[in-house]
């Protein structure tokens, strides 16, 4: 689906317009971001996502599910690179391993790129042990 950012609601959850002009709110597929609880990483993923997708910014999303509350679940490209994997590259955001399933066509680059993350103590894993707690579908 091509779309248009609207917005950035959290650091894993965007809105943007479809071709028909109607605003539909995407989740980020296969990763999680830090939760309210977590108030700094939670802004740090949050002022990440807005950097890379600011408003008017043409997007293209690979729907990989429908959640019961009307959101589409998605991996978000723009210019052919995954939005997603670069929260991961990052380290603001981690893998979910429960849906990682739906990024199969990229589940080992998510995998690797967490991996780098972890390793060089990026963003959340700056901490010596990441204990957060992470949005619920």
């Keep these: 689906m091509l779309a248009t950012v609207v ?3 959290d650091g894993n959850t965007i809105l ?3 071709n028909t002009g109607q605003t539909i709110t995407i989740r980020l597929a296969c990763i999680n971001s ?33 959640l019961k509350s009307g959101r589409t679940v998605g991996e978000v ?11 991961v590259e990052s380290g603001n955001a981690v893998v ?6 739906n990024c199969s066509e990229s589940k080992t680059q998510f995998l690797i790129a967490e991996a780098n993350a972890k390793n060089k103590r990026l963003g ?8 957060l707690k992470f949005h619920a579908k």
């Design 7 to 9: 917005g950035v609601a």
């Design 77 to 87: 490209f723009v210019d052919n690179r995954s939005v997603n994997l670069l929260l």
């Design 124 to 131: 959340l894993w700056q901490q010596s042990k990441v204990q």
């Design 34 to 66: 830090p939760e309210v609880t977590d108030q700094h990483y939670r802004l740090v993923a949050t002022q990440r996502l807005k950097q890379l997708l600011p408003p008017q910014t043409p997007v293209v999303i690979r729907s990989t599910e429908q």
């Design 16 to 18: 943007v317009k479809d």
């Design 96 to 101: 979910d391993r429960e849906s990682l399933q």
